[in-house]
């Protein structure tokens, strides 16, 4: 716990600035609210803003934009949801949260992921911010599809919808044991009716890679999804070349799905 005394080391100012930001129940703030809320110069708020960030109770995530933790956090400071910051980097919406951060948001895992990852169409870097680790992936307008919206406090977050998040997982299969673990959460999903087949299989189609495609192929066939509904995902592949699934050209030939495999998909 952060000590009793805490007050005394806050100057008049900045005990008034934390008393109103913990009674509006600020998770984020930007300068501009501090400009407004308190009638700061550029130079007293850079000040204030430089005490409070050594205090702890502001920590940076961008230029001008903090997580505000109000005194009784503790001498830790306050967490925010890992969700709300990605929007601060998009003001024109351009991304989403997507691969390993939403396979424990569906429950495909309950293994937790140290990575928060944000893909989007400008921004290619990695950041920590308050203690958490974000890996920007910078991708393709075409590969922006499948994007849902969740509100989340006062702020609107873009994610992959559950469906997106399953090619995803086919495509991004590290963080869960590789391609073996990854078809075996799908599968189970599949099996228990957890997801829209006729909205899978079109995010399937327009899904840039074809080894992916395949792969979702041989297990929607697998688990018996009728020849109707995978038409269009047929389709998408018959033109292609051989792909061998398991890095090597052993093993079985499927001709529906024009790919080399063995026992394990792998």
């Known amino acids: 716990m952060r000590p ?18 913990t009674y509006e129940k600020k998770a984020i703030v930007t300068a501009e609210d501090l400009d407004r809320l308190f009638n700061l110069s550029p130079e007293n708020r850079k000040q204030i803003v430089f005490r409070l960030k050594k205090k702890r109770i502001l920590s940076p995530i ?50 937790l992921f140290q990575t928060v990852y944000v893909l989007n169409t400008t921004k290619r870097m990695e950041k920590v911010i308050c203690g958490l680790s974000y890996k920007f992936i910078k991708i393709s307008e075409n590969r922006m599809y499948g994007i849902e919206k969740i509100k989340l406090k006062d ?10 998040t399953l090619i995803d997982l086919i495509y991004f299969n590290k963080p869960v044991g590789g391609i073996a673990g990854a078809s075996r959460i799908f599968t189970e999903i599949i099996n228990n009716d957890k997801c829209n087949i006729k909205k899978l299989v079109e ?5 840039f890679n074809i080894t992916t495609r395949k792969r979702i192929g041989l297990i929607l066939d697998d688990a018996g999804i009728s020849e109707n509904i995978l038409k269009p995902l047929t389709k998408s592949i018959e033109k292609t070349s051989i792909s061998s699934l398991n890095g090597s050209r052993k093993g079985t030939l499927n001709k529906k799905w024009r790919a080399i495999v063995n026992d394990s998909r792998k």
């Open 155 to 164: 702020a609107e977050v873009n994610i992959s919808s559950k469906e997106r």
């Open 4 to 21: 009793k005394n805490t007050y005394i080391i806050l100057g008049p100012i900045e005990t008034n600035i934390v008393a109103r930001l």
């Open 62 to 111: 961008k230029r001008g934009v903090y997580v505000f933790s109000p005194l009784e956090a503790g001498p830790e400071g306050m967490g925010v949801d890992e969700l709300l910051i990605p929007p601060l980097f998009f003001p024109t919406k351009n991304y989403y949260v997507g691969y390993s951060t939403m396979f424990n948001y569906y429950g495909f895992t309950e293994q």
């Open 203 to 207: 995010y399937a189609v327009w899904f």
